[in-house]
């Protein structure tokens, strides 16, 4: 059953837990408007890590030009929803 | 002036699991670690063996953090995976340095006064090959998975999908991968994932590579370059297509009779066929000085007396028929130590099962020990792991003198030698044993081990 992953708060709640994750964060992140690379402290290596496990996690890609201009939390969520591809199936 | 060295604590993950003592019953029991290699492979070459001893892969996920299985090569985890329970095994407990990294630290160590050296013989090949195949498939594949969408014919789809499944690869090229294949990264990451700072080594000589790890960690010690160190060997030789195992397949490395499965691996037989590719495995002993164990209150599980190395300079791929390098390094080793023949009861041999190997090994072993002394094969059980084999048989010996009993050598019924071959488990009584590993490309070395005082 597919119906439903797309939604919204799903993606960003995954994309949330990803990121507690690859940050082994103890809670989930709130703020979506910190810098990964500035307030969580991501440095070029560590967002590398991050979007790999963002993509093994949806399926998709995340394009080299398209990295760059990912500065937030927020901005991680909004590619993920409407750039990366293919969605997997909880 | 040197320090006595001692071994404190033995880690192993093999095609027998990752429980050290466990593992040590199964060599003992002579369990043979045998199966069909993967039927895939054989759509990518023409195979003339078609054994491999499959390894049992600990749960890595469970085991490391997300971050950590993408961005190592498995032989770099399961190098971690064997210091660990090597640690664990000298009751030094680790605690964590680094959450986001997932980096522990260990208290009772002294981390500028700890060093790691670590073996292999090809290093992150794994990754090299997984990240190769993607860069050359995955245009290619995409292309053709597009042409199938045009074609009409069920026959042809049918064949188009057979391609296409051929081309499978996997999901990305790892941004991770220069880190991934380079054959020093196990030591490096053995050392970053518990905070050791003391000198460290990776050691290539092909399959002596683990004994040359642990024969260097030893004169670190014995020299007061540090005071412990993790010692030993990796290696994990699978891909997807074959390639790696046809390397060895194609020169003729490999066992060529393989039926029945339970009798093709057969070092030092007269039927031998050549050597059992394995896919994998790690060992990991912590060694220490005499004094560091004395001070921690360690009982030691037996000392390390001696290492010593000599090279061929003849073959890349064949040990000099005479063995001349090989008998001068076993008598420098005994030498070294004070020793003479006559007080090593035990000898772990290289044992490969090639024609050229056993022939070789056993000649020299006839001539250093003209009275004797007892031989095994532990690849007679586990297959050649290659980089790890040297350390997986430094902790076979150390197990041997701990318990005074030696694993039976499997498949040894007409041994190419007079030598006191042991082929069912035995209890013996020795003080000294030797672990010896030859390598393509010409490189001997070997490990003294003692009896515990």
């Not at chain 2, 895939?40 to 390894?55: D, G, K, Q, V």
């Not at chain 2, 791929?317 to 076993?330: D, F, V, Y």
């Not at chain 2, 586990?382 to 010996?397: F, K, Q, R, Y």
Request: proline share 4%; net charge negative; with cysteine.
């Amino acid at each position: 059953m597919t119906a439903g992953i797309h939604r919204p708060e799903n993606i960003e709640s995954r994309v949330l837990r990803v990121v507690q994750d690859v940050l082994a964060l103890e809670e989930l992140p709130r703020d979506l408007d910190v810098s990964i690379a500035a307030e969580l402290a991501l440095d070029s290596l560590d967002q590398l890590s991050l979007f790999m496990a963002l993509e093994d996690e949806f399926g998709g890609r995340i394009r080299e030009e398209d990295a760059e201009q990912i500065i937030t939390l927020r901005d991680v969520v909004s590619y993920v929803r409407d750039r990366m591809s293919v969605a997997r199936v909880e | 002036m040197t320090r006595r060295v001692v071994v404190t604590g033995l880690g192993v993950i093999s095609a027998f699991g990752d429980d050290t003592e466990a593992f040590w019953k199964d060599c003992q029991a002579g369990r043979a670690a045998v199966a069909p290699v993967p039927e895939r492979w054989h759509a990518f070459a023409t195979l003339r063996s078609r054994l491999w001893a499959p390894l049992a892969l600990p749960d890595f996920p469970a085991a490391f953090s997300r971050v950590e299985c993408a961005q190592h090569d498995p032989v770099t985890l399961l190098a971690c995976a064997a210091a660990a329970k090597a640690l664990a095994g000298a009751g030094l407990e680790t605690e964590v340095a680094d959450r986001r990294a997932n980096t522990l630290r260990v208290p009772g160590l002294d981390a500028l006064r700890t060093g790691v050296f670590v073996g292999t013989g090809v290093g992150g090949v794994n990754a090299f090959m997984a990240n190769h195949t993607y860069q050359v498939l995955a245009a290619t594949r995409e292309r053709c998975a597009a042409l199938r969408e045009q074609m009409g014919e069920p026959e042809l789809r049918a064949e188009a999908d057979a391609l296409l499944e051929r081309m499978a690869h996997g999901p990305r090229f790892n941004p991770f991968v220069v880190s991934m294949l380079m054959p020093n990264a196990p030591a490096a990451y053995v050392a970053i994932k518990h905070g050791l700072r003391g000198a460290n080594a990776a050691c290539a000589q092909a399959c002596a590579s683990g004994t040359v790890a642990v024969g260097q960690a030893f004169q670190a010690i014995a020299h007061g370059q540090v005071d412990a160190a993790l010692a030993g060997g990796s290696e994990y030789l699978d891909d997807a297509h074959g390639s790696i195992f046809h390397g060895f397949d194609v020169c003729r490395a490999l066992v060529r009779e393989c039926d029945p499965p339970a009798a093709a691996n057969r070092p030092f037989d007269a039927a031998r066929s050549g050597f059992l590719f394995a896919q994998g495995g790690a060992a990991m002993l912590l060694l220490e000085s005499a004094e560091h164990a004395a001070a921690r209150g360690v009982e030691p599980i037996c000392e390390l007396a001696g290492f010593a190395h000599s090279f061929d300079a003849h073959s890349m791929m064949n040990p000099e028929p005479r063995g001349l390098a090989m008998e001068a390094m076993l008598r420098t080793l005994l030498a070294g130590a004070g020793l003479t023949a006559r007080d090593v009861g035990y000898l772990n041999a290289h044992g490969t099962g090639t024609q050229s190997n056993d022939a070789c090994e056993a000649q020299v072993v006839q001539r250093v020990f003209p009275d004797g002394v007892a031989v095994n094969s532990t690849k007679s059980l586990l297959g050649h792991t290659i980089g790890a084999s040297g350390a997986i048989e430094a902790v076979v010996t150390a197990l041997s003198l701990r318990d005074q009993c030696l694993h039976p050598s499997l498949n040894l019924s007409d041994p190419i030698a007079d030598l006191d071959f042991v082929t069912r488990r035995e209890a013996r009584s020795f003080d000294h044993a030797i672990s010896q590993s030859l390598a393509f490309g010409g490189h001997n070395a070997a490990l003294l081990m003692a009896r515990a005082r």
